[in-house]
């Protein structure tokens, strides 16, 4: 076993929300941090909203579900949060200027043992390494959306990065359930995004163009190749505004891609986030691709 049991997850969004639940779930002693009470707030109910999803993809009671809750807390003061912390995941927007303000402040009052690390999507630990006051303790951890069921974590150090310390947090990946992906050296997008963005960036030049509804660009997809989803539920899974940061992020200077990033900022204007929503490019909690007759002529 390692010595990370008292977790702090930075940030309760979409994905921190899952993170600290993963981690509670598994029998971590959690506090979620967020930047103001009403942010904190709805982390905790993203949190508990996860329930349902817990016990039907993964077959456990609500007395399990509750014995996770009982291991979490919520906070909005950063000092209170990485007080005792032995691990944190900052899991903030995808926001260079953000992230480096966020890493100055906690490298002031988190204690020396705490490792820090990045859920960052698109940059790598050598970007924040030098806020963080201790860059041999930090590195990157990147999961996937819905982790209880898309168990990757990817781990990814800077030169910098302690080996030990690089070994911890992968057993520690373990022990909350994660299969963990080791890069051997830094690579934006990590080996997920570096796969799955060319496929968003596809899908989204097809559709941002007129060639094709999203709905039959998904079918074409999930038809010829027998995936169970297409770019564009792929989006709705991770969220559009997340979306919307990395590809712009990414890709906000190249020309071909400016019709998708503002037909993504038109459905994000119109509340249309995806599957934290209720409503993306598809309807949930029942997605018309999950309908037998979507793949249908």
């Avoid at 509670?24 to 709805?42: E, L, S």
């Avoid at 990485?82 to 966020?102: G, R, W, Y």
Wanted: net charge negative.
């Amino acid at each position: 076993m390692t010595n990370i049991q008292k977790v702090t997850v930075a940030g309760g969004g979409v994905l921190g929300s899952q993170i600290a639940c993963q981690c509670a779930f598994k029998g971590k002693t959690v506090m979620v941090y967020d930047i103001n009470d009403q942010a904190v707030r709805q982390a905790e109910e993203r949190v508990k909203a996860l329930r349902e999803s817990y016990k039907h993809d993964l077959g456990i009671t609500d007395e399990q579900f509750d014995a996770g809750l009982s291991n979490l807390s919520y906070t909005d003061d950063l000092a209170r949060a990485a007080a005792d912390a032995d691990l944190v995941i900052e899991a903030i927007p995808e926001k260079p200027s953000i992230k480096h303000d966020f890493y100055a402040s906690l490298a002031k009052v988190a204690p020396a043992k705490t490792i820090f690390a990045s859920n960052s999507s698109t940059f790598v630990p050598s970007t924040f390494a030098g806020d963080t006051g201790r860059p041999e303790k930090f590195l990157n951890l990147h999961f996937a959306n819905q982790i209880w069921l898309m168990n990757t974590a990817e781990v990814m150090g800077s030169p910098r990065t302690d080996p030990d310390v690089y070994r911890e947090v992968v057993e520690f990946s373990k022990e909350i359930g994660m299969v963990p992906i080791e890069l051997h050296k830094e690579q934006p997008g990590y080996v997920l995004n570096t796969l799955l963005m060319p496929f968003i960036k596809a899908g989204g030049y097809l559709w941002s163009n007129g060639i094709a509804d999203p709905q039959t660009i998904d079918k074409t997809w999930m038809i010829a190749m027998g995936s169970p989803k297409g770019p564009f539920a792929v989006l709705d899974m991770v969220g559009l505004r997340t979306a919307y940061n990395i590809t712009s992020e990414r890709m906000g200077d190249d020309p071909q891609s400016k019709p998708f990033l503002d037909k993504m900022k038109a459905m994000i204007d119109q509340g249309r986030l995806g599957l934290e929503s209720g409503q993306g490019f598809y309807h949930y909690p029942n997605p018309e691709y999950e309908d037998p007759d979507f793949l249908k002529s």
